[in-house]
């Protein structure tokens, strides 16, 4: 029997998760070296018109995993639960070559174990797929981003987590419609207790419509510091102030303005990236800013290896002395 590709969608309040999307492009890029079939499995209580539009869409057959459980209501059981539930010979009946999961909390929480119950390789943070000699290759990136590593895995199904933002969604349509086949899976989910779901309201419409962001990153050390990423950013009409991570974690800036995989995805005129190091999850929300300019002590810092313009410099700097020779320049 042919091998497959599969790949594993997320659901949320009863909507298919975007990042499908992207998942569905990794696959098809694969499938450009090994002509495996297409599927895709997800999960939900019951059979939502957004699992339908996914079949339609997307002309691929789904698996939807039903969970069946007496312990919790089936609605509230999350994907990666399922997930992770998923048994081995239902794997193994699709006899899968690789299986696509995002590089997200929920992937990573459920492709390594899953991984070992189907004796899969698991490649995880997937940016590219190349043909090579010895067979297909994955490149990750390691070390803060600052080494890519091209792996081909031996095994005969491997798991792959792909990283958001790296695989472009295709919104060619072939026509045809998938087919949905549903399966229970019974469930004991007594170790699982749920307090509830906190949805990020944050109001993102202002970085939406900004020309020109200036990005904070730890690189800033201090919070007195955030006042220059501010100052520079008066400079430009239609700016916004945004950081990485580790910014919006010591609560220096607010979630809503974490730019990245698990933030915004931003794509302003221009995009001042202020200490930050470039990492893939932190690319992934901006890379496709128009004109990116970046200032930063390391010059092998892997932000610049997207950047229009990279200034090597200590930010407490640089950025003051801009500002100094911008007003001077506009009192000439
Ligand atoms: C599942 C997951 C999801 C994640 N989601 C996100 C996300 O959405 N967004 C995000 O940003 N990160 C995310 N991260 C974290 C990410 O992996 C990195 O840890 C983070 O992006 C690093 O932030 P940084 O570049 O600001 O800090 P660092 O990696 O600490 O880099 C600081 C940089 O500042 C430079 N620097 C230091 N001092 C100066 C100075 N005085 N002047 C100029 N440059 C200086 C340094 O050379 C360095 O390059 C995620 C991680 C995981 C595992």
Redesign the pocket.
Known sequence: MDQHIIIIAEQFEGEISPVTDELIASARALQQFTNSDIKIITTGFKLSDAVRRLSEQSGIDILLINPVSRTTPEEIIPDEIVFKNIPASLLNDLNPAYICMA???KG?DAAPGLAVKINAACITGVEKITRQDDGICFTRSIF?DKISVHITPCAKTTILTIQPGFFKPDSTFNGNTGKISIVDLPLSVADYHLIGFKNNAADTSALNEADVIVSA?????EKENLDLISQLAELFPKSAVT?????CDKKWLKYGQ??????VTVKPKLYIA?????????IS?MRDSKFIVS????PH?A?FNISDVCII????TFIPQFIATYHESQSI
């Open positions: 590089h997200n909390s990573l803060s990153g730890n690189g800033i050390r950081g990485s991570r580790p910014i974490q730019v990245g995989v698990t933030g202020c200490g930050i190091s470039g990492s893939s999850q932190h929300g200032i930063n002590t390391d810092a932000i410099e200590d930010l407490t």
